[in-house]
């Protein structure tokens, strides 16, 4: 139908801020006076609504309820990975010292087992675990020493 | 000592009795924190005892103590959006313990069309929210409503049929 009031003029006619011709076609059009009816029934109820007390509980709509659930669960998850990469890191970092310190008690220990155990012709020999067992006359003197090796295998 | 009655002290109590009442609803709607708005409320009054001591020039109450009130409202407002954050929700004491509908039914279905269309009015920018109680609450003219909150009729008119456009969303109606 041509004519027809927008929703902004059927407001307007509500609140009798209108021109007399729109507030003439909305008592000569049906469709316009039947959107006029439901426009003012809405507002009456709107009106009741706000006229009494608000609503027992904060109302939050679940969207919003779930952004906010969302927002939440994003925090402890970057709170969780924050976490975790501080212990990594710690973690790697303690590793690397006992890992270094480890690595260096272990060559002295060998050292001093292969010292004991087959004692070395060559007094000039640094200590340590390589060089002490590094011949042959060194693995033999030391398997001799254990007793590991017999008289026919000597020969 | 002086133990009389100032002499504006009854027409004090008048417009106290005649406005107070109708300014609470409106701080309460503007505020949604009942305490908040009662502050409000006796702020404005405490600028009519002012007003009393310092002036004789006749004054149109009506649109001065709204004016106040809105602008007090709007002043906490802007002050305490975290406080008003905290407090979301409605003391207890402001709860309608007993409602008279007549089914469970359609006591959740009121109860839903209340909550949703509260909290779009809440949702409103302040505004709207302002210029929807001023005209459709309390009944105010366009040209009162731009003068008081200092908008252009133009802009009233806007920012009520967005306000209205947004409330009937919220009633689910709308078209």
């Keep these: 139908m041509t004519g027809c009031l927008d929703d902004r003029s059927l407001v307007m006619v509500r609140y009798a801020e209108a021109s007399p011709a729109e507030q003439e076609h909305v008592r000569t059009c049906l469709r316009c006076a039947a959107r006029y009816q439901r426009l003012s029934h809405d507002l009456e109820r709107i009106g009741e609504v706000l006229g009494g007390r608000p609503p027992a509980i904060g109302y939050v709509p ?14 402890l998850i970057a709170v969780v990975v924050l976490l ?26 060998l050292g001093e087992v292969a010292a004991v155990l087959g004692p070395s012709d060559d007094a000039d020999a640094p200590s340590g675990f390589g060089p002490a067992v590094s011949t042959d006359g060194d693995h033999e003197a030391l398997a001799t020493g254990l007793g590991l090796l017999g008289d026919g295998e000597e020969q | 000592m002086v133990t009389g009655r100032r002499p504006w002290e009854a027409e004090y109590e008048a ?11 409106l701080c309460r709607l503007l505020l949604q924190d009942p305490h908040e708005a009662d502050d409000v409320v006796q702020e404005v009054f405490v600028k009519v005892v002012q007003v009393y001591e310092t002036s004789t020039a006749p004054i149109a109450w009506n649109a001065w103590l709204t004016r106040v009130a ?22 207890i004491e402001g709860l309608d313990i007993v409602d008279q509908m007549p089914s469970p039914d359609r006591l959740a279905s009121a109860r839903e069309t209340r909550e949703r ?8 920018p302040a505004r709207q929210r302002e210029v929807f109680v001023l ?25 009520l049929f967005r306000a209205v456009q947004r409330l009937r ?4 109606t709308e078209r």
């Excluded at chain 2, 809105?70 to 407090?87: E, K, L, Q």
């Design chain 1, 62 to 75: 679940a969207a919003a309820a779930a952004s906010w659930r969302r927002v939440l669960a994003a925090g």
């Design chain 1, 84 to 109: 975790g990469g501080v212990e990594m890191w710690m973690w790697k970092a303690s590793t690397s010292m006992t890992g270094g310190q480890g690595d260096t008690d272990m060559r002295t220990l």
């Design chain 2, 15 to 25: 417009l106290y009795r005649e406005h107070a009442p109708r300014l609470a609803r």
């Design chain 2, 70 to 91: 809105v602008n007090g409202c709007r002043d906490r407002h802007r002050a305490g959006w975290w406080v008003r954050w905290r407090r979301r929700h409605i003391p």
């Design chain 2, 117 to 124: 269309l509260w909290h779009a009015f809440r949702e409103l």
């Design chain 2, 135 to 159: 005209r459709h609450m309390e009944g105010w003219s366009t040209a009162d409503i731009a003068e008081v909150l200092k908008l252009r009729t133009g802009s009233v008119k806007r920012h």
């Design chain 2, 169 to 172: 969303a919220a009633l689910g």
